[in-house]
């Protein structure tokens, strides 16, 4: 048996989006004619409760894009140490936005009013870069899954209107914290002037992101997309994918949770140790040596990612069979502290 636990990127299609990509109306989408793609688009910003959404290839880009709409080099923008695009996007808002990322420590990887208020400049000053962006992840994947509720994310707003800052959420996993938090997904994209979710993790498309918000910020965003070489053409086959992704996939994310959670509280009752919270489908685990822990592991048919001397990654997705879940359990709880 092999079960794949490092990312819920590792997803793969099911027989009915399969279907659906077969079945794709298409066009090309760079001239705005792939009925499937435009079908996503307005699907997605409905869905979002913004004007209008925008297909990317990757999260990666939908975050670039984002940045790239919503500053000018030489602006500076507020977002966590502990986010995705620090850690995980090759330096793509210094390198490409040209953007002076001021950040944030702490190890959720959540932002709070204080935290803007701190860092925020106009730019008066001679000397200083001004700030001119907020930028927050949710859920934080390097945070254990964590979210900001509704009520966070209007604060943070709150402050970004007061200061005339934009605000801008990569929201990978944001139909995660709509489900853990049990509040629609529009009311936690209100607040926000762009918001991104992503397709291929666990809603299970093979690729593909969509970038929603206003219509003016979304025509501007479109062109950024050309310009990293993210106009497809024919695309409606993984729109197609991603509409079905939508239409079918979304409550099933209420089982990773619960997996999750059931994982967590069983190894924790026998010991085990946990560094940070675990609300949604992410899990980090404390082990002596994570990379030795590893290798037991996929041995024994399981992978898992090191993410540091000290710590293992688990997380649960689609893809994950009751049979290979109970067979995870048990492995773990038959290996020693």
């Known amino acids: 048996m092999l079960v794949d636990l490092r990312s819920d990127t590792v997803t793969k299609p099911s027989p009915g989006m399969r279907e659906a990509i077969a079945k794709a109306e298409v066009g090309d989408d760079v001239y705005g004619e792939d009925p499937t793609v435009n079908k996503l688009e307005k699907f997605s910003a409905e869905l979002l409760g913004k004007e209008a959404g925008l297909f990317v290839p990757t999260g990666t880009m939908a975050n670039l894009v984002s940045f790239l709409t919503l500053t000018k080099p030489g602006d500076a923008v507020i977002l966590a140490e502990q986010s995705h695009t620090i850690h995980y996007e090759v330096g793509g808002l210094v390198r490409i936005a040209q953007v002076l990322p001021l950040t944030v420590p702490g190890e959720l990887g959540k932002l709070t009013e204080e935290d803007i208020i701190l860092r925020y400049n106009s730019g008066a000053d001679v000397h200083r870069v001004p700030v001119t962006m907020v930028s927050i992840e949710n859920t934080v994947n390097r945070g254990g899954g964590v979210f900001y509720n509704y009520e966070e994310i209007c604060s943070i707003s709150r402050v970004c209107k007061r200061l005339n800052l934009k605000l801008h959420c990569d929201g990978a996993r944001i139909f995660n914290a709509s ?46 997309r050309k310009l990293l070489g993210g106009g497809m053409r024919q695309a409606g086959v993984l729109a197609s994918a991603g509409l079905y992704a939508l239409t079918h996939h979304i409550d099933d994310l209420r089982k990773d949770h619960e997996r999750a959670s059931i994982f967590r509280w ?72």
């Open 179 to 224: 489900i853990a938090c049990n509040v629609d997904v529009k009311y936690l994209a209100e607040p926000c002037d762009i918001i991104s979710f992503c397709l291929s993790k666990g809603l299970g498309a093979p690729a593909g992101s969509v970038v929603c918000g206003s219509k003016e910020l979304i025509d501007r965003a479109r062109k950024f």
């Open 266 to 337: 069983t190894l924790e009752n026998k010991g085990w140790k946990f560094p940070l919270p675990s609300p949604t489908n992410i899990v980090f685990i404390s082990v002596s040596n994570a990379y030795e822990l590893k290798e037991k592991l996929k041995g024994k048919g399981i992978l898992v990612n090191a993410v540091s001397n000290d710590r293992i990654r688990v997380v649960f997705h689609r893809d994950i069979t009751d049979e290979q879940f109970d067979y995870t359990l048990k492995t773990f709880l038959n290996i020693a502290l």
